[in-house]
């Protein structure tokens, strides 16, 4: 029977990471039939109900969260939610089986983490906080969880957002003098990173905020750029390292370590880049408006929305012209029946004139005879009473006329300056299809490119991506005309 004192005497012998092996292989053999994965495989930790340390606020959603993103984009994944020493690395167990055969192979940790003599440990939920009892052997070390990814022939990927600011860090510290090890805050920067890729929520010994909000500022920004389709995973962390740095007013920059030999992209679906290709000059209104509601963060949202203006001016112009075509040709038709009318009115006025001219003369032959019957004398009356009314229709016809003919010209006077504003609308908005093409650096090299006046934010953009070397010659060129 081996002793409290020979315990720590075999630990120290064969080390932790020959126990987690020991493990792994118990774990393998209580599971001979088990299927491993094929594709993408997950191991999710959120750690912040802590037994012996205030809880983390943010730990568990930024957890929850990250899974279900992971899910949506096709990763098979194992959560752990405040695990204790020997939860964590049975779940690592587990992982590192279910990695067998695996495509890809991602570790995603939140919750507190510290360095000690240079050696990276990831802290359970029941890690003792006193000084006297706290001993490495409680603490999980980042060394296994690589040693677990490494059961993967895939991309493997390690996410930390572990470097919180530590209440253990004081009670490691107080052990110094008895033990000679050295406690640093934040983790170190692991150098065995050949074929993955590492990011880190902040700099090697520094600490990263837990957030005031739902999630850290590192997760938050993760979570955001894991819905844009297409973007390789180096520049999908360079993007988070940016927005963390922004947001938190250069307090938080997170670090990447990439030593991938290939891309790697984690939300696999069509880029906006790719579907804006795919649209082609020719896509509808309706067909921009779905980009729009699809990619809503695409810096190409601004040219979808253009080409939507110009197509809808288009549109507009079009129904003016249908209008008043349709108007037209029903003034049209007025003027015409009011043409035919006043044509047969002058006639029938005409005959009447002309009758009563030749009436009138008659008159003339028999003046003095008195013998003229009665209905030839009332005729003149009933056929001057005729004339009157005719005489009054031609004047109404030839207004309406004169009103239809000012409608018309009034109509058409209102539809060029409509179709005025529309031109005009649709220069401004092809104008600005142009600016917003230029702005796109990948499809600039398609279309003309015009000289834009960047927004102070977009300089801001630019200016980390100087810092943190993320730059291109096109950047570089923009960065000038800021300053």
Not at 258 to 277: C, M, P, R, T
Request: aromatic share 4%; charged share 25%.
């Amino acid at each position: 029977m081996i002793g409290g004192n020979g315990i720590g005497a075999v630990v120290k012998v064969i080390g932790l990471r020959s126990i987690f092996l020991l493990i792994l292989i118990l774990a393998a053999s209580l599971n001979p039939g088990k299927v491993h994965a094929q594709g993408r495989v997950a191991l999710v930790v959120g750690n912040a109900t802590y037994l012996n340390a205030p809880a983390l606020r943010n730990s568990g959603n930024d957890a929850d969260d990250i899974s279900q993103q992971l899910q949506r984009l096709g990763f098979d994944v194992l959560d752990g939610r405040n695990l204790d020493g020997r939860a964590m690395r049975v779940a690592l167990a587990r992982f590192a089986q279910k990695l067998k055969g695996s495509d890809a192979a991602l570790f995603y940790y939140s919750g507190h983490g510290l360095q000690m003599d240079g050696q990276n440990y990831l802290v359970p939920i029941d890690t003792p906080v006193d000084g006297n009892s706290i001993m490495p052997f409680d603490l999980v070390k980042l060394d296994d969880v690589i040693e677990a990814l490494s059961y993967s022939t895939g991309t493997r990927l390690l996410i930390l957002d572990a470097c919180r600011s530590n209440p253990f860090t004081k009670s490691l510290a107080q052990r110094n003098g008895t033990r000679g090890g050295e406690v640093t805050r934040g983790l170190a920067r692991i150098e065995r990173t050949q074929g993955m890729l590492i990011a880190y929520s902040t700099q090697a010994n520094m600490i990263a905020a837990d957030g005031s909000g739902r999630n850290s500022p590192f997760t938050q920004a993760l979570l955001r750029e894991l819905q844009e389709p297409g973007l390789e995973v180096g520049t999908l962390f360079r993007r988070v390292a940016i927005e963390v740095n922004r947001n938190t007013q250069g307090q938080q920059t997170p670090e990447l370590s990439v030593s991938l030999l290939g891309e790697f992209y984690l939300n696999q679906h069509e880029s906006d880049i790719d579907a804006w290709k795919r649209l082609g000059p020719s896509a509808n209104a309706a067909a921009l408006k779905e980009f729009i509601s699809k990619y809503p963060s695409s810096t190409l949202v601004g040219a979808a929305q253009a080409r939507i203006d110009v197509l809808e001016i288009a549109g507009e112009r079009e129904r003016l012209i249908r209008e008043y075509q349709e108007k037209e040709q029903q003034l049209r038709r007025e003027l015409d029946q009011a043409e035919e009318g006043f044509r047969k009115a002058s006639n029938e006025l005409k005959q009447i004139r002309q009758r009563n001219e030749s009436i009138a003369a008659d008159k003339d032959k028999k003046a003095g005879s008195g013998d003229q019957p009665a209905a030839v004398a009332a005729a003149p009356e009933a056929e001057r009473r005729e004339q009157d009314r005719l005489a009054m229709q031609v004047s109404a016809l030839e207004a309406n006329k004169k009103r239809l003919e000012e409608e018309r010209a009034s109509l058409e006077r209102a539809l060029q300056d409509k179709l005025m504003k529309t031109q005009s609308d649709r220069a401004r908005a092809e104008q600005r299809i142009w600016r917003e093409n230029g702005r796109s650096p990948a499809i600039a090299s398609e279309t003309r490119a015009a000289p834009t006046t960047r927004s102070a934010a977009s300089c801001q953009d630019l200016t980390a991506r100087a810092q943190l070397g993320d730059i291109t010659d096109a950047d570089r060129s923009a960065l000038r005309l800021c300053r």
